[in-house]
């Protein structure tokens, strides 16, 4: 397919690029480093929502590869929402019909989560991802959000996960070196994606769906928001909620308060899933080190892995007991296997610790750079929107003594910690933590009490930030409800449907 560049209105310019791999229809352009400020960063996303808007675009549908039933397409976007009429970039989009016409409700617009998880490749498998009730009702849309997947992409130069750095360091040179990391690395993607860099903050995203609703002709939309697809949803309802019909948002982010209190929030929740792991795997039959002390085994586990690395082949680096730490909260996602397979479980994360114990600690292993390119997209839309209050070694070792505190078997590692990869980045962050304030758009936010990544407290706290919103609570495990609970997504379908809640609603 393709090469493809960030684009100006009128005659189109390219640039050379590197080659996409064989899902993606484009490349990041080689833009002037200088060409981007903080300023001018910042002004996409805290542009005011009635700002001069540019002409309806359209989208030139065909069959997507592999599913005739679903529609693919592109949508030319700005690059910044703050000078609508300059630079765009390409959005991968994909629809598919309501199956049943006469009952169709109307459109869904669907954000799996990541950051950095694409919408298209979802609707694609859509008969294997979503109930036969729900595609009966809705036309299914989504896109793979600017620099991620298809679309004009995010890229770097350096490997994310460098051999050299560490996010425990333990000396001030340490220290010194994941700060100078963060800034390299930036640097690299930088000159490699040109400002979209900068633009890739949720707001940005937002903007992006309001733009695709003007070229579907749909009046209004309804969400379905996952995980990190809960705030870009929230974000789109706060910007145009007239143009929301409703919401349903699975596993809250509350990007609000400190980055300290989100830390200590995530540590609190991804070590209580740990000890409900272990708790779990003494009498599960599942479950590899069912009746040994799993905590016990894991700390030596990790212990020895500091003191010798295990190798693994084709790996970044040797397994160090950070990476086994690090990777640990993926392997708490989901209680039982879901349509992501049988090793994205509890089982799944007895049988990796059991190995590990044995020598082949590979469930836990750094991939090589190549790799691991996609994670630059994560790492850049988290960049953009969650900003480190670390900048001194003396605020490093509080972070890591609260970690320790806190979380005594992971010691602080979450998916929040990574944020610390973020130290140095060279662009302002464009949509920093702040409350919203969305009125008007019924809204079922639903949770579980124990969920790994997304704590049961910040959809307290979402919830809070949309007046007259819903809450469903799921009794249980995992990360997010739609893929665990039937119960849960029974009740979010039926609101999706007819935007109404029982009050105190809990699943199992």
Not at 184 to 200: A, E, I, Q
Request: with cysteine; aromatic share 6%; glycine share 10%.
């Amino acid at each position: 397919m393709p090469t493809e560049t960030i684009a100006r209105s009128g005659p189109t310019r390219r640039r050379p690029g590197p080659a996409r791999g064989a899902l993606a229809a484009g490349c990041a352009v080689l833009l002037a480093a200088t060409g981007v400020t903080s300023a001018a960063t910042g002004a996409g996303a805290g542009a005011p929502a009635r700002q001069a808007a540019p002409p309806a675009r359209h989208i030139s549908w065909r069959p997507c590869p592999g599913n005739h039933q679903v529609q693919c397409g592109r949508l030319r976007v700005p690059l910044d929402w703050a000078a609508p009429r300059g630079d765009t970039i390409g959005l991968a989009v994909a629809r598919r019909p309501a199956d049943r016409p006469r009952l169709r409700v109307g459109t869904l617009f669907f954000n799996p989560g990541g950051p950095g998880d694409g919408g298209v490749q979802y609707v694609v498998r859509a008969a294997q991802v979503f109930s036969p009730a729900l595609l009966a009702r809705f036309d299914l849309v989504a896109m793979d959000p600017r620099g991620v997947g298809a679309s004009t992409p995010i890229r770097c130069g350096l490997p994310v996960f460098p051999a050299r750095v560490t996010l425990f360091p333990r000396t001030a040179q340490e220290f010194r070196r994941l700060h100078d990391y963060g800034a390299r690395l930036g640097r690299s993607c930088l000159r490699r994606s040109g400002p979209l860099l900068g633009h890739v903050d949720t707001i940005s995203v937002a903007r992006d769906h309001e733009a695709l609703r003007r070229a579907l002709g749909a009046r209004r939309v309804s969400w379905l928001g996952i995980s990190y697809g809960t705030q870009v949803a929230a974000n789109y309802a706060a910007l145009f909620p007239h143009r929301t019909r409703a919401m349903v948002l699975d596993g809250a982010l509350e990007h609000s308060g400190s980055e300290v209190g989100m830390l200590s929030t995530e540590v609190l929740t991804a070590e209580d899933s740990f000890d409900r792991f272990a708790a779990w795997c003494a009498t599960a039959d599942t479950c590899a080190l069912k009746g040994q002390d799993v905590g016990a085994v894991y700390d030596a586990l990790v212990a020895g892995a500091d003191r010798h690395p295990l190798p693994v082949r084709g790996a970044l680096r040797p397994v160090t007991g950070e990476d086994i730490r690090m990777q640990t909260p993926g392997g708490l996602l989901f209680k039982e296997p879901t349509l992501f397979g049988p090793d994205r479980s509890w089982a799944g994360l007895s049988r990796g610790i059991a190995a590990a114990v044995t020598g082949d600690a590979s469930m836990f292993a750094l991939p090589p750079p190549r790799a691991a390119a996609a994670l630059a997209e994560r790492l850049a839309v988290g960049c953009m929107d969650y900003v480190s209050e670390v900048h001194t070694w003396a605020q490093m070792q509080q972070r890591l003594r609260l970690g320790r505190g806190l979380a005594p078997h992971l010691q602080g590692a979450s998916e929040q910690w990574d944020v610390l990869r973020c130290i140095g980045w060279p662009v302002r962050a464009a949509n920093p933590l702040r409350r919203l304030d969305v009125r008007g758009v019924p809204a079922l936010v639903v949770n579980a009490t124990h969920d790994p990544s997304t704590a049961y407290s910040w959809a307290l706290g979402l919830a809070g930030q949309i007046r007259g919103s819903d809450l469903l609570t799921r009794d249980g495990d995992g990360h997010t409800s739609y893929f665990t609970s039937a119960c849960a997504r029974s009740a979010m379908e039926a609101y999706l449907v007819r935007p109404q809640a029982a009050a105190d609603r809990v699943c199992t």
